[in-house]
């Protein structure tokens, strides 16, 4: 994971695409390596943004990409399951939506939950956070957030 000079923080489960890979196989991907959940599938929110790659991210990113876009996927988790977190991670909790909106940090965290939970509306639901002590190549996030070390 590239050392990007933030504090610690809270939001979803994120990652970069692969070579040849798809968003969704990124997704998937990218929660069993933070959490150890092995996903069937993930449903596309049909949410993205985009944000610049600052200055002083440059060397952990190349001198290709001039932005990062960070496209969103949830998952149905069974009740009761509990991930097994990689090291880059101090912590995760199970949130309504209202919890976890507070816990980010980040307003483009926020909009990408608020898109889980319209694609979401009407299900019994809610979301883990994982703390992260740095910000991650984002491609894909779900609405599982762990808390990664600082």
């Known amino acids: 994971m590239p050392q990007l000079a933030l504090p610690a923080f809270w939001q979803g489960v994120t990652g970069a695409l692969e070579p040849g890979e798809t968003f969704c196989e990124a997704a998937v991907r ?23 790659i600052r200055p002083v991210w440059r060397d952990a990113y190349g001198e290709g990409p001039s932005e990062i876009e960070e496209r969103v996927f949830c998952a149905a988790i069974s009740e009761g399951t509990t991930p097994l977190l990689s090291e880059e991670h101090d912590d995760w909790r199970w949130c309504t939506f209202r919890e976890a909106e507070q816990l980010l940090s980040f307003a483009a965290n926020r909009e990408c939950l608020r898109a889980v939970e ?11 956070m994982n703390y992260c002590p740095e910000f991650d190549v984002v491609a894909a996030a779900l609405p599982m957030a762990p808390r990664f070390r600082s």
């Open 30 to 52: 990218e929660v069993h390596e933070e959490t150890s959940l092995l996903l069937p599938s993930v449903a596309d929110v049909q949410f993205s943004h985009r944000f610049p």
């Open 118 to 128: 319209i694609h979401c509306a009407g299900a019994r639901t809610s979301v883990a």
